[in-house]
């Protein structure tokens, strides 16, 4: 009988959806993107996207305004790593956190088409919005 139950056990544990909603930033810390708190932007850049580099700017005067009611992260277009995207990020001026990974298959999203991309993401981890083009003050604003 125990047998059967841990085998039961076992089969229901490799039938359960991945829970891991974790996902490091580049910082050293994590952000829990499937219940983060708090309204969440995702913001998706190159160096070499002339509007991401117009709308940064945007996104940092938000997160120095309205920290307290939104968080900000970046994914690299490109996936640039260690050195040359600290490198890049200093660069373009982003003051917001990066992530390592991109989480888009968490809410079964295609691979990004078009630059600059921002999800918006609610405070239970549900995917809200898609902004596709450079943002504003105002736009973003707007979302709070």
Request: charged fraction near 20%.
């Amino acid at each position: 009988m125990i047998k059967k139950l841990l085998l039961i056990s076992l089969l229901l544990m490799g039938c359960s959806a991945d829970t891991n909603s974790k996902f490091a930033l580049l910082d050293g810390g994590s952000i829990d993107l499937q219940s983060p708190q708090k309204l969440v932007l995702i913001n998706y850049w190159a160096v070499w996207c002339a509007p991401c580099r117009k709308e940064i700017p945007e996104f940092n005067e938000l997160l120095r305004e309205h920290g307290d009611q939104v968080s900000i992260v970046a994914v690299n277009f490109d996936g640039s790593e260690g050195q040359q995207l600290l490198t890049e990020i200093a660069k373009l001026g982003i003051e917001f956190p990066s992530l390592l990974a991109d989480p888009r298959a968490i809410w079964g999203l295609e691979p990004v088409q078009v630059l600059p991309e921002t999800l918006v993401i609610s405070a239970e981890g549900k995917l809200l919005r898609r902004l596709i083009g450079p943002q504003t003050s105002e736009s973003l604003k707007a979302l709070l």
